[in-house]
């Protein structure tokens, strides 16, 4: 900041007197500080327990809606709303006991105020019991009743008397600090006079205009390194974050908010509220990772996953480094790496499908071989068929390949694990359905699983045997689901196995992962079933997209 000059000095060195000799003046004046600052304490105490008792009966109002939502719906969402809105009703009852614990008829409306509020609970929690027992009926029939109404107008009775006692009491303290601070302000004003007020008027007209040129140049270039910071973020898809181990906060860009499923406008958010977004298996390595590079003042570089508000499991890449050498500030990005993680699960998955494959394709040679020469009298007409079968095998993998594993409709898929195989061992039935390109490579990996253990061991063992595979769209609450059912007959007597191979793993892995569905598998002695059940949304392709036919 420049130096106004000669005259500048001259002027500070007065108003440094006129100041120094009015300091002198005031420094006898009687006030307390102390007082003062008791004053503005009991202030701000009964403005606390004014907010606790409006929010006591607003959690209140919570937790009955809570309890409501879950009579007419019995959708366990709407326990937790109840659960929050009861605890908190207690905790600020609590709260508000002990800050008036000074004031005898402020307890006294508190023990009438305790009461109705737990009788409220009481109600709330008998009425939830009796639901989630299946005693529905017995659970309106008490919330029919005008007990509830009534507790609630009580509680609201209470409540207003104990805020008209505090708005009096507030009142009563603002008054005596206003007039405090009144009486002060006078002495201040005699004792420091007219002359001394102009002269800092003008020190400070002075400094203010040099420090606010100063000031607007850095905002500038602040706001400039700001926009140019964001529009790198935003081309990167990613945000940035800053941590301070003493502050238990964090502080986070709207993309960095969005990154991990929070409301930007929410502000700082808790470490513990962060943490708990992530997934347990994360958690504690994450919370450690950071703990240690604020300690040491290393860089810090970590995966993690979160599940977002809407049930999808978000993987994020976070990167930070210590702000500076005595300080365990942590600044850094954050990275959405889903995609990456995902190609990365994929690939290991097929790598162990080839390998798995490979041992399989041996087994389901040796059935269509064994298939082919049974009963057969003619040698050459035996090769002939089994030539037929090993080229039809070839064929399903042609289908895939061509289309680059990348999606087919299901029927095609169907008929491409089948075709090495007697076409009256098997019923086909549904509307045909495109798959999007992951779902058709998913179901190519799980049919081929359950095509080649019918080979290896079920109904396509033996002439006799039958697999029926239907399908259908079933609406359901959350959107409509495919589901397909695998059913053997004829083949030889099935036992449970004794333990998951990797067959079993891959099919219930690819539906939950993938899909978000399920995949239940059962081993009755006359064949095996197996029932998938996969959101339609992430399965099919949109309505007038075709999917890319092979052949």
């Given at each position: 900041?420049?130096?106004?000059?000669?005259?500048?000095?001259?002027?500070?060195?007065?108003?440094?007197?006129?100041?120094?000799?009015?300091?002198?003046?005031?420094?006898?004046?009687?006030?307390?500080?102390?007082?003062?600052?008791?004053?503005?304490?009991?202030?701000?105490?009964?403005?606390?327990?004014?907010?606790?008792?409006?929010?006591?009966?607003?959690?209140?109002?919570?937790?009955?809606?809570?309890?409501?939502?879950?009579?007419?719906t019995r959708d366990d969402r709407y326990l937790e709303p109840y659960a929050k809105g009861a605890g908190e009703a207690l905790g600020l009852l609590e709260a508000v006991t002990v800050r008036t614990s000074d004031n005898p008829a402020q307890q006294e409306r508190l023990a009438a105020l305790k009461r109705s509020v737990s009788a409220k609970l009481d109600e709330l929690a008998r009425t939830v019991d009796l639901a989630?027992?299946?005693?529905?009926?017995?659970?309106?029939?008490?919330?029919?009743?005008?007990?509830?109404?009534?507790?609630?107008?009580?509680?609201?009775?209470?409540?207003?008397?104990?805020?008209?006692?505090?708005?009096?009491?507030?009142?009563?303290?603002?008054?005596?600090?206003?007039?405090?601070?009144?009486?002060?302000?006078?002495?201040?004003?005699?004792?420091?006079?007219?002359?001394?007020?102009?002269?800092?008027?003008?020190?400070?007209?002075?400094?203010?205009?040099?420090?606010?040129?100063?000031?607007?140049?850095?905002?500038?270039?602040?706001?400039?390194?700001?926009?140019?910071?964001?529009?790198?973020?935003?081309?990167?898809?990613?945000?940035?974050?800053?941590?301070?181990?003493?502050?238990?906060?964090?502080?986070?860009?709207?993309?960095?908010s969005r990154l991990h499923g929070v409301d930007p406008s929410a502000g700082d958010t808790a470490l513990e509220d962060w943490m708990a977004r992530i997934l347990p298996e994360d958690r504690e390595r994450t919370r450690s990772s950071l703990a240690e590079a604020a300690a040491a003042g290393q860089p810090v570089e970590t995966?993690?996953?979160?599940?977002?508000?809407?049930?999808?499991?978000?993987?994020?890449?976070?990167?930070?480094?210590?702000?500076?050498?005595?300080?365990?500030?942590?600044?850094?990005?954050?990275?959405?790496?889903?995609?990456?993680?995902?190609?990365?699960?994929?690939?290991?998955?097929?790598?162990?499908?080839?390998?798995?494959?490979?041992?399989?394709?041996?087994?389901?040679?040796?059935?269509?071989?064994?298939?082919?020469?049974?009963?057969?009298?003619?040698?050459?007409?035996?090769?002939?068929?089994?030539?037929?079968?090993?080229?039809?095998?070839?064929?399903?993998?042609?289908?895939?390949?061509?289309?680059?594993?990348?999606?087919?409709?299901?029927?095609?898929?169907?008929?491409?694990?089948?075709?090495?195989?007697?076409?009256?061992?098997?019923?086909?039935?549904?509307?045909?359905?495109?798959?999007?390109?992951?779902?058709?490579?998913?179901?190519?990996?799980?049919?081929?699983?359950?095509?080649?253990?019918?080979?290896?061991?079920?109904?396509?063992?033996?002439?006799?045997?039958?697999?029926?595979?239907?399908?259908?769209?079933?609406?359901?609450?959350?959107?409509?689901?495919?589901?397909?059912?695998?059913?053997?007959?004829?083949?030889?007597?099935?036992?449970?196995?004794?333990?998951?191979?990797?067959?079993?793993?891959?099919?219930?892995?690819?539906?939950?992962?993938?899909?978000?569905?399920?995949?239940?598998?059962?081993?009755?002695?006359?064949?095996?079933?197996?029932?998938?059940?996969?959101?339609?949304?992430?399965?099919?392709?949109?309505?007038?997209?075709?999917?890319?036919?092979?052949?």
């Amino acid at each position: 900041m420049p130096v106004p000059g000669r005259r500048f000095l001259l002027v500070s060195g007065l108003i440094a007197g006129l100041l120094t000799h009015a300091a002198h003046s005031a420094k006898d004046y009687p006030l307390s500080a102390g007082a003062a600052w008791a004053e503005e304490l009991g202030v701000a105490h009964t403005y606390t327990v004014l907010i606790e008792l409006q929010r006591l009966f607003s959690s209140l109002q919570d937790a009955e809606t809570g309890q409501r939502g879950f009579l007419l719906t019995r959708d366990d969402r709407y326990l937790e709303p109840y659960a929050k809105g009861a605890g908190e009703a207690l905790g600020l009852l609590e709260a508000v006991t002990v800050r008036t614990s000074d004031n005898p008829a402020q307890q006294e409306r508190l023990a009438a105020l305790k009461r109705s509020v737990s009788a409220k609970l009481d109600e709330l929690a008998r009425t939830v019991d009796l639901a989630q027992n299946g005693d529905l009926g017995a659970a309106l029939a008490i919330v029919r009743t005008d007990e509830g109404m009534r507790l609630m107008e009580d509680i609201r009775r209470l409540s207003d008397g104990l805020v008209a006692e505090e708005e009096r009491l507030l009142a009563q303290r603002r008054a005596e600090a206003a007039a405090e601070e009144r009486r002060a302000e006078v002495f201040r004003l005699a004792a420091i006079g007219l002359a001394a007020m102009l002269a800092a008027v003008l020190l400070l007209t002075t400094f203010i205009f040099l420090r606010q040129r100063e000031r607007d140049r850095h905002a500038r270039a602040l706001a400039e390194s700001e926009e140019r910071l964001r529009l790198a973020q935003s081309a990167a898809d990613a945000g940035s974050w800053d941590w301070a181990p003493d502050r238990r906060a964090f502080n986070w860009s709207e993309d960095c908010s969005r990154l991990h499923g929070v409301d930007p406008s929410a502000g700082d958010t808790a470490l513990e509220d962060w943490m708990a977004r992530i997934l347990p298996e994360d958690r504690e390595r994450t919370r450690s990772s950071l703990a240690e590079a604020a300690a040491a003042g290393q860089p810090v570089e970590t995966e993690y996953r979160v599940a977002l508000p809407d049930g999808r499991i978000r993987w994020v890449l976070c990167r930070g480094r210590a702000a500076g050498q005595c300080d365990a500030r942590l600044l850094g990005v954050c990275f959405d790496v889903t995609e990456r993680r995902e190609a990365e699960e994929r690939q290991r998955l097929l790598a162990a499908e080839l390998n798995h494959r490979a041992k399989n394709i041996l087994a389901t040679v040796q059935s269509i071989a064994a298939q082919s020469m049974r009963g057969s009298v003619d040698p050459e007409a035996a090769g002939l068929a089994f030539r037929g079968r090993i080229n039809a095998l070839a064929q399903t993998h042609a289908l895939l390949t061509e289309s680059g594993w990348m999606g087919a409709s299901l029927r095609r898929v169907l008929q491409a694990e089948f075709a090495p195989y007697p076409s009256e061992a098997v019923r086909i039935r549904g509307e045909d359905l495109d798959l999007v390109p992951k779902a058709a490579q998913s179901l190519g990996l799980v049919l081929h699983e359950l095509v080649t253990n019918a080979a290896k061991y079920g109904a396509l063992l033996v002439p006799e045997g039958a697999i029926a595979v239907e399908w259908s769209i079933q609406p359901e609450a959350d959107g409509p689901i495919l589901r397909l059912s695998w059913i053997e007959r004829g083949g030889q007597p099935v036992a449970p196995p004794t333990r998951r191979g990797f067959g079993r793993l891959l099919i219930e892995r690819v539906v939950a992962y993938e899909f978000g569905g399920t995949a239940r598998l059962d081993f009755p002695p006359e064949g095996v079933r197996c029932e998938l059940r996969l959101p339609l949304a992430r399965v099919a392709a949109p309505a007038g997209e075709r999917v890319r036919r092979a052949g």
